[in-house]
C-alpha cells in the first residue's frame, strides 16, 4: 500500500524513484488537487547524455503520464559555468557556440519520451540562458545574491566535499548553485513551476532554491530526489568497458544501447524494469521472479523495452534479432556494429594489436595484447593467440566482412572501403 494518494507520486514510489522529498503531505495534496508544473535542469556538457541521464528522463515522463506538465530546462546559461557537486576538479569551460551545439544534439532524445506542445499539459523545453545571460551583475547582486548565507553554502555535502580536495572550488563555481535556485524562481514566476527533481546529489542545490523563492515571494516550492544509482557491483549507471553509453543514435547504435541492457547484473534485473520501462507492475513482478535461464529471456525483455523507448519498437526488435543471430546462430549479421578501414591497408595488412585498437575493442595495444593473451580475441570466430599475427585481404569473407570478436559479447564488423 502506498503511503501517496497521487497518481504521480504513487507511480514514482512503487517504481523506486524517490529518495527524498522536501514536504510530502504537501506536495502530494498538491498533485492530487491540480495540475502540477516541474522540472529537471540538464546542462550541455556533451553532444548527447547518457544513460545516466535515463532516471531523470523517466521521471518527467511518468509526470506527463499522469496527467501533470514537464520541463526539460536546458542549461544554456549555467553550461557556462559548471555544476561543481560532487565533482573532484572544475569543469572544462564551453564556448558559447559549443554549448549551443550540444542542446541542439540533446533536443533529439526528449521527443521519445515527452510530448511537447502548447497545451496545459504539453511538456516545455526551456533554455535558462533566456534570463541568466542577460543578467546585470550589480543588479543580480543586490536582488538575489543578498538572500544567501555564505556560511550555510558552505555547510552543503557538496561544497564541503570540494574544499577537502587539492583542487580548489573557485568563485565561479560557487555561483552555481545561487544560479540553480534562481532558474527555481525563474520557473516559478514565467510558468508556475513548483517543484524541482533531480538526483540526491542536487538536494543542497534545490533546496536553496525553494529557500529563495520564499524569500522572494514565490508560492511554496517543492523537492524531490532519486537516488543515485550504481549497479549491484558498484559500476556507475551509464558507463561501460568501452565508455559513455550515450542516448543520441549517431554516438552509439540501437544495437550497442541494446547490448548495454541486455548484460545487466542478475541482482538488477527486477530494479531496471521498474526504472526504465514502462512495462506494467504486474508484469515486472511476473518476470522479477523469474530465475535460472529464464532470466536471460527476462534481460532479452528489458534490453528491447528500453531501447524501444529510445530508437523505436522496429530498431530495438531489430538489435534483438541480431543478437540472436550472432549469439544463437553464429552468423554473421548485418546489422553489427562496423568499422571501415581502407581496402590499401588491408591489402598491405594490419597488426593483430593494431586492428583491436582500430576496431574500438581496445584503448591501447598493451590492452589489446592482454586481450589476445587472455584467450578472447577471435578472427572470423576462429580463436588468435598470436599477438603479432597479421590480418589482411585474405581474411575477408564472402559476406565482404572481417568478423572481429571480444569474448561472447563483443562483436565488430571490419569493412573493407
Request: with cysteine; hydrophobic share 40%; net charge negative.
Amino acid at each position: 500500500m502506498s503511503r501517496f494518494k497521487s497518481d504521480f507520486l504513487r507511480t514514482l514510489d512503487e517504481r523506486g524513484f524517490i529518495h527524498q522529498i522536501s514536504d510530502e503531505s504537501g506536495l502530494d495534496a498538491l498533485f492530487s488537487k491540480e495540475t502540477v508544473t516541474a522540472y529537471i535542469g540538464f546542462d550541455p556538457t556533451a553532444p548527447s547524455l547518457h544513460a545516466g541521464s535515463l532516471i531523470q528522463i523517466m521521471m518527467l515522463h511518468w509526470m506527463q503520464q499522469t496527467g501533470h506538465r514537464p520541463i526539460s530546462l536546458m542549461g544554456g546559461g549555467t553550461g557556462m559555468v559548471g555544476d561543481p557537486s560532487f565533482k573532484d576538479e572544475a569543469r572544462q569551460l564551453m564556448t558559447l557556440d559549443t554549448i549551443e551545439s550540444n542542446i541542439a544534439s540533446i533536443k533529439r532524445v526528449f521527443s521519445n519520451y515527452l510530448g511537447y506542445g502548447d497545451g496545459a499539459k504539453d511538456a516545455l523545453m526551456i533554455n535558462n540562458g533566456d534570463w541568466l545571460r542577460g543578467l546585470n551583475y550589480l543588479e543580480f547582486l543586490r536582488d538575489v545574491g543578498r538572500h544567501f548565507s555564505v556560511n550555510r553554502m558552505l555547510s552543503f555535502e557538496s561544497v564541503k566535499t570540494r574544499l577537502d580536495r587539492e583542487q580548489s572550488l573557485s568563485f565561479l563555481e560557487f555561483n552555481y548553485m545561487i544560479l540553480q535556485a534562481y532558474d527555481f524562481v525563474e520557473l516559478a514566476r514565467r510558468y508556475d513551476c513548483r517543484l524541482q527533481m533531480g538526483g540526491s546529489d542536487q538536494w543542497g542545490n534545490i533546496v536553496n532554491g525553494i529557500d529563495l523563492g520564499h524569500r522572494m515571494g514565490t508560492p511554496q516550492l517543492y523537492a524531490l530526489t532519486s537516488p543515485l544509482l550504481t549497479t549491484s557491483s558498484g559500476a556507475k549507471m551509464g558507463k561501460s568497458a568501452n565508455g559513455a553509453v550515450w542516448l543520441n543514435p549517431d554516438m552509439l547504435s540501437a544495437y550497442d544501447f541494446w547490448q548495454y541492457w541486455r548484460n545487466t547484473e542478475d541482482a538488477d534485473v527486477g530494479r531496471f524494469l521498474k526504472l526504465y520501462t514502462t512495462l506494467p507492475m504486474d508484469e515486472i513482478g511476473r518476470l522479477s521472479a523469474l530465475g535460472g535461464s529464464e532470466l536471460n529471456e527476462v534481460k532479452k525483455i528489458l534490453a528491447t523495452e528500453v531501447t524501444a523507448i529510445l530508437h523505436g519498437r522496429a530498431a530495438a526488435e531489430e538489435a534483438a534479432e541480431t543478437a540472436r543471430q550472432t549469439f544463437e546462430e553464429g552468423a554473421i549479421a548485418d546489422n553489427l556494429p562496423s568499422v571501415e578501414i581502407p581496402g590499401a591497408e588491408l591489402q598491405a595488412g594490419l597488426g593483430l594489436l593494431t586492428l583491436l585498437v582500430r576496431a574500438g575493442l581496445a584503448g591501447s595495444n598493451g590492452e589489446a595484447r592482454r586481450h589476445v593473451q587472455g584467450g578472447a580475441v577471435r578472427i572470423n570466430d576462429q580463436p588468435v593467440t598470436d599477438e603479432r599475427k597479421t590480418i589482411g585481404a585474405d581474411a575477408v569473407t564472402e559476406a565482404g566482412v572481417i568478423k572481429i570478436s571480444l569474448g561472447k559479447k563483443k562483436h565488430i564488423l571490419v569493412r573493407p572501403a
